[in-house]
DNA sequence: CTCATATAGTTCAGGCAATGAACTAAAGCT
DNA sequence: AGCTTTAGTTCATTGCCTGAACTATATGAG
């Protein structure tokens, strides 16, 4: 296949072009295919200068500036069999990237290399349900100078930082437009208190177009092109199309929890009726299947409801298998609009996909027939740390694609 | 507002960038300046260096070039007060593109100049329903050819052409995948025996994507975020999102006339159920309302079920009001899918917006609150040549973008 | 009428980045 | 030991943008 030429400045974005834009763009074009290298093996420049298309002689200058800037490092040699061995080169291990995430009822922080690897995990319990921002959010930044302390005792350097939070998001003004859970309505969050001093700063993150990122990166099939459904307290989504998180205009595509499935059923937490949330959020589905969310932790109800699904409690089970269908319709309608085939299951919908998965598969192919094979309906590879994994994948990601906001 | 850093590749695009690619970007950069001035007035040399931020030097030797390719011309003076006066430019009005468009009751060309005005138009009747492609094709061929010549005549040469039809394709091999009312199924056409020798060659278009287009430039507000949607014997749509016709990772993106709005309605011929479509397509709304679909043409139908409703026929009235309200609630569904929060309504979606309009707002205000405003629920302002304007207008728009395909 | 001023557009030296060819380096094979 | 093969570097060349100097052409003041 042909790949499309390539392209300076979009038709808005009015900035003229100079030689120097093509070395930005080499640099990341060369760091990229370092990258994108199966891990365990390390590229020669002449490996990389094949896979770029570049000439030998830019990549040995490209590379030179990655290994300036600390983002690559040579390591070991590379027979080839007859000839020069190579020398290896590979994502620098001592530069890293934080995830963090605050939930409804959990902080968290990691260290992640460059190479995607999590090097440091912590874990903290804390009841953040109709929480103040400001004490949550110190609470994550002592959390994370811990974990960074612990990761500069090893040597590793934090560039930059990545949050996710279950709620709506304005990335670039740093604000939580609204997060029902935590209770949060228009907060600004003060990013750079999280990580002082970071050369990339933090970024701002919705959790479920996180955890789609992370899915985008440890799918075992490599798709490039799926929706990812996040069964929570409500029900989110994130939309990746060629690789890249689709976010739409204002930044929140993708919230299929809101589309309507149900035209004559009940209000929904977003003003709305019938939403998918309404059938198949954790609350919806607890007090269909005659649980009560009150008593007793969610993690428990959530318990509570396998184990009736397990021995078959009639009640929990139609739950469940009217949440599947909903789901159905609702992506049904989701591949319609946005062209997409294949959808990765996550949050609960994970954990309930032995019951949801005949019930789903119904309804998309009655709603939307040919449109998702039975193997495009998958469950999460990441689990319950995806929105973590992906908001420092991203930040990684976004280093990688412009390596030379690294002073080299 | 600060513009993003230009990017040469993408992250997938392997392709390397050289000191080439600078000035193709530039040559883009400089026409779409030249191009999206104000009608009527024609830029200088110095105010394009002005408006991309390139030097006058670099935008001189720029339009060197699309003088010598005939993309522009010189014309006038263009005095500033003081000073010597600048030279005016403008896109050249002797280069033309041609749009085409088969529907299911008749072929048509026209002939539109690089500003996007029309020059000529002929519509030739006749029925293509259930026709075979390659006479339908061949009398298009004829009717491209005539108007041509004349164009000829009067000193316009046609560098490419748009055809736009109304089913699925697939552009870049050519494919009709799926068009019901015209009865073709993956059907080839033969698009360069339209315009024989022409620079471009034509491209293929789904009519409501191409209709999308059209409106996107025509739009008196200037919105570049809307969804199109088309109310013609099926219901198309198209997304525009950032001025770009959002297309989805296999080119079918916007098919809002099958989201599910009617989780227990009757059968859809994409093989769905209770699909838009089978709610307000024509052939729906005209059984539903009383009036047969057979007796006469379908234009004849429509008019009919307009004097039905001026007269207030109950049945005809209740008819189009569940058409507006269903159609409310695909839009509430596409609108978190892809977070868009106008409309354009065409097709027979326009004609009947009167009727529409109230159960419409009433139903976007149920399904999704806050998200359309009133007064972005608005009626197409290209009306039945919409898929003819966008087809040109898309050939029109990738050749701005990428000059340097013509010789220069 | 002439000269100062202001603006448009061109010319030219300088810098930067990629290229391709020539060259050096370091292995395996015979 | 010598040939071959592959890796990586050096260097002259080319292309493009830039900024400064320069030419061209208008208005307006004295």
Same mark, same amino acid.
């Given at each position: 296949?042909?790949?499309?030429?390539?392209?300076?400045?979009?038709?808005?974005?009015?900035?003229?072009?100079?030689?120097?834009?093509?070395?930005?763009?080499?640099?990341?074009?060369? @760091? %990229?295919?370092?990258?994108?290298? !199966?891990?365990?093996?390390? *590229?020669?420049? $002449?490996? /990389?200068?094949? &896979?770029?298309? +570049?000439?030998?002689?830019?990549?040995?200058?490209?590379?030179?500036?990655?290994?300036?800037?600390?983002?690559?490092?040579?390591?070991?040699?590379?027979?080839?069999?007859?000839?020069?061995?190579?020398?290896?080169?590979?994502?620098?291990?001592?530069?890293?990237?934080?995830?963090?995430?605050?939930?409804?009822?959990?902080?968290?922080?990691?260290?992640?290399?460059?190479?995607?690897?999590?090097?440091?995990?912590?874990?903290?319990?804390?009841?953040?349900?109709?929480?103040?921002?400001?004490?949550?959010?110190?609470?994550?930044?002592?959390?994370?100078?811990?974990?960074?302390?612990?990761?500069?005792?090893?040597?590793?350097?934090? @560039? %930059?930082?990545?949050?996710?939070? !279950?709620?709506?998001?304005? *990335?670039?003004? $740093?604000? /939580?437009?609204? &997060?029902?859970? +935590?209770?949060?309505?228009?907060?600004?969050?003060?990013?750079?208190?999280?990580?002082?001093?970071?050369?990339?700063?933090?970024?701002?993150?919705?959790?479920?177009?996180?955890?789609?990122?992370?899915?985008?990166?440890?799918?075992?099939?490599?798709?490039?092109?799926?929706?990812?459904?996040?069964?929570?307290?409500?029900?989110?989504?994130?939309?990746?199309?060629?690789?890249?998180?689709?976010?739409?205009?204002?930044?929140?595509?993708?919230?299929?929890?809101?589309?309507?499935?149900?035209?004559?059923?009940?209000?929904?937490?977003?003003?709305?009726?019938?939403?998918?949330?309404?059938?198949?959020?954790?609350?919806?589905?607890?007090?269909?299947?005659?649980?009560?969310?009150?008593?007793?932790?969610?993690?428990?109800?959530?318990?509570?409801?396998?184990?009736?699904?397990?021995?078959?409690?009639?009640?929990?089970?139609?739950?469940?298998?009217?949440?599947?269908?909903?789901?159905?319709?609702?992506?049904?309608?989701?591949?319609?609009?946005?062209?997409?085939?294949?959808?990765?299951?996550?949050?609960?919908?994970?954990?309930?996909?032995?019951?949801?998965?005949?019930?789903?598969?119904?309804?998309?192919?009655?709603?939307?027939?040919?449109?998702?094979?039975?193997?495009?309906?998958?469950?999460?590879?990441?689990?319950?740390?995806?929105?973590?994994?992906?908001?420092?994948?991203?930040?990684?990601?976004?280093?990688?694609?412009?390596?030379?906001?690294?002073?080299?």
């Amino acid at each position: 296949m042909v790949m499309p030429a390539p392209a300076l400045a979009g038709p808005g974005g009015a900035a003229p072009g100079s030689v120097g834009d093509v070395r930005r763009s080499n640099l990341a074009l060369v @760091l %990229g295919a370092i990258a994108e290298f !199966p891990p365990g093996t390390h *590229p020669s420049r $002449a490996q /990389v200068a094949g &896979a770029t298309g +570049l000439t030998k002689a830019s990549v040995s200058s490209l590379v030179l500036d990655l290994l300036d800037a600390g983002i690559i490092r040579e390591i070991g040699l590379n027979p080839q069999g007859r000839g020069r061995p190579g020398v290896g080169l590979e994502l620098s291990p001592s530069r890293a990237v934080m995830g963090m995430e605050i939930n409804v009822d959990y902080i968290s922080a990691a260290v992640v290399d460059l190479a995607g690897t999590v090097l440091l995990r912590e874990l903290q319990e804390r009841d953040n349900r109709n929480s103040q921002d400001m004490p949550v959010l110190a609470a994550l930044a002592v959390l994370a100078a811990r974990v960074r302390s612990t990761a500069g005792e090893q040597g590793v350097e934090i @560039l %930059g930082g990545g949050l996710a939070v !279950p709620g709506l998001v304005d *990335p670039a003004g $740093a604000r /939580v437009l609204t &997060a029902p859970n +935590l209770g949060w309505v228009n907060v600004y969050l003060d990013l750079d208190a999280l990580l002082p001093e970071a050369a990339l700063g933090v970024e701002l993150f919705n959790e479920a177009n996180a955890a789609a990122l992370a899915e985008l990166r440890h799918r075992p099939d490599g798709a490039s092109n799926f929706l990812f459904v996040s069964g929570e307290v409500g029900v989110g989504g994130g939309i990746v199309i060629g690789s890249e998180l689709f976010t739409g205009p204002g930044g929140h595509a993708g919230e299929v929890g809101h589309i309507v499935v149900d035209p004559d059923g009940g209000h929904c937490s977003c003003g709305g009726t019938g939403c998918l949330e309404t059938v198949a959020g954790q609350d919806a589905i607890f007090s269909a299947a005659g649980l009560a969310p009150e008593g007793g932790s969610r993690s428990a109800t959530m318990s509570a409801l396998l184990r009736a699904l397990e021995s078959g409690v009639p009640k929990a089970v139609s739950a469940v298998e009217r949440a599947g269908y909903c789901l159905g319709m609702a992506l049904a309608s989701t591949a319609r609009v946005v062209d997409i085939d294949s959808v990765v299951l996550g949050g609960h919908f994970a954990v309930l996909e032995p019951w949801l998965r005949a019930p789903l598969l119904n309804s998309l192919h009655k709603y939307a027939p040919g449109k998702y094979a039975s193997e495009h309906v998958t469950v999460s590879a990441v689990g319950e740390f995806g929105a973590l994994l992906g908001a420092a994948g991203s930040v990684i990601r976004s280093l990688v694609e412009a390596p030379h906001r690294l002073h080299a």
